[in-house]
């Protein structure tokens, strides 16, 4: 199994919207995968398809609950917009974990427990460097961060996540974690600000920065719908555009699948 975290400190960075397109790319490959919300907003799931009315027993704060018999197994429900994945929902009641030191511990914990019922698991997390983004920087596998075309979305998470993760987690927690991926997105091609956040990157951290994700409106309108972009117009650019980088940030799972 492995887990991927989709982490950045700033929002509205199409953060949520490249996770739902790594579970979508996930499934598509004959993966099972476990959605996994921890942003205290719910939009990951909302983008899976989930909605108000949906059927829960419970939701991402009742398995981080000490005191509640829930598990990440039992609190998973299937996706009405994408066959082979399950989602735990994010609430507002997350918001509290955020603060409280047990939940780093926690979320990798439970992960743990949860065995091999799933194939990957794809965190989406909040825009922060608090407790919840700690536990999914433990959890996770691979590390994604992905960098808005823009200086400060590209400030963020050099000059905040990066020596987050060296000092808070690498050295305390997860021997060895780093950001494996920077996914520059919403760019926009022949602009100053998208040339000069891709060259920062790729000067920064060679080998590890994916093809950028070109902006388009149809993300937002994907959200409205309640699916991720890649089914809610499979044609458009930023579809292609994650395809070609998911080739690189999914390989563990997507190599995985090809031999079974």
């Known amino acids: 199994m492995t887990t991927y975290a989709f982490v950045s ?87 509290r974990r955020d603060s409280e030191s047990d939940t780093a511990h926690a979320i990798p914990d439970e992960i743990v427990r949860l065995g091999d019922v799933y194939d990957d698991i794809v965190i989406d997390t909040p825009p922060s460097l608090h407790q919840l983004v700690r536990g999914a920087l433990v959890a996770a596998d691979v590390v994604i961060a992905p960098v808005q075309c823009a200086t400060e979305a590209y400030e963020a998470v050099e000059d905040e996540l990066v020596p987050y993760v060296a000092t808070r987690v690498a050295a305390r927690m997860r021997p060895g974690q780093e950001v494996h991926w920077f996914m520059p997105t919403m760019a926009f091609p022949n602009t100053n600000s998208t040339r000069d956040v891709i060259e920062l990157l790729n000067e920064g951290h060679p080998g590890r920065v994916t093809v950028p994700i070109r902006h388009t409106t149809e993300v937002k309108d994907g959200y409205t719908s309640g699916l991720p972009v890649g089914l809610y117009r499979p044609n458009s650019t930023a579809t292609q555009d994650y395809a070609l980088a998911f080739k690189q940030v999914l390989a563990p799972s997507l190599s995985a699948a090809t031999t079974h």
Request: glycine share 8%; aromatic share 4%.
């Open 9 to 95: 400190p700033k929002g509205g960075v199409a953060k949520t919207t490249s996770a739902a397109e790594a579970a979508l790319t996930l499934a598509r490959a004959g993966r099972k995968v476990l959605a996994y919300d921890l942003e205290p907003q719910g939009n990951f799931a909302a983008r899976l398809g989930i909605t108000p009315s949906t059927d829960v027993l419970y939701v991402a704060d009742d398995v981080l609950d000490s005191r509640s018999e829930a598990t990440l197994k039992s609190a998973a429900v299937p996706s009405p917009a994408v066959p082979g994945v399950d989602v735990v929902i994010g609430t507002r009641d997350l918001a």
